[in-house]
């Protein structure tokens, strides 16, 4: 199973009080992996990223749709390095492109990353 995959079995097992619907969009380039929607009923997406250096790869496809779509789009960064998930905010998808993991995440932690995409809309 490749990284981003095994990545999505580990959100939909961990964050289960969230509907998901996996996007497997061959028409489209550069959609996110994930469509959330949440117990506020709030629709969201989610880019799904593994990275094992501090670089953070994203398709020119990727970067426009956040450019594009800056509220309510996430990417969700598995630092494997140190196991640790970084929750980063569309709007600030350029950034991710240039800094990478150096750019602070809006959130950290399963947890906190959890707790953040589950209060949307609240």
């Given at each position: 199973m ?7 079995q580990?959100?939909?097992k961990?964050f289960?009080k969230i509907?998901?619907t996996?996007l497997?969009?061959?028409?489209s380039?550069?959609?996110p ?5 949440n ?22 496809h ?9 509220l ?13 998930l970084?929750?980063?905010e ?6 991710l492109?240039?800094r990478?993991l150096?750019?602070d995440a809006c959130c950290?932690?399963?947890?906190a990353c ?9």
């Amino acid at each position: 199973m490749k990284p981003e995959q095994k990545l999505w079995q580990y959100v939909k097992k961990n964050f289960n009080k969230i509907t998901w619907t996996r996007l497997e969009n061959l028409s489209s380039f550069g959609t996110p992996d994930l469509l959330g929607y949440n117990h506020n009923c709030h629709f969201f997406t989610v880019e799904l990223k593994v990275t094992k250096s501090k670089k953070v790869r994203l398709s020119p496809h990727q970067i426009s749709f956040h450019v594009r779509h800056p509220l309510d789009t996430f990417i969700l960064v598995l630092d494997a390095r140190h196991s640790l998930l970084k929750l980063y905010e569309g709007k600030d998808v350029l950034e991710l492109a240039a800094r990478g993991l150096s750019l602070d995440a809006c959130c950290s932690g399963l947890e906190a990353c959890r707790l953040r995409l589950e209060g949307l809309g609240a």
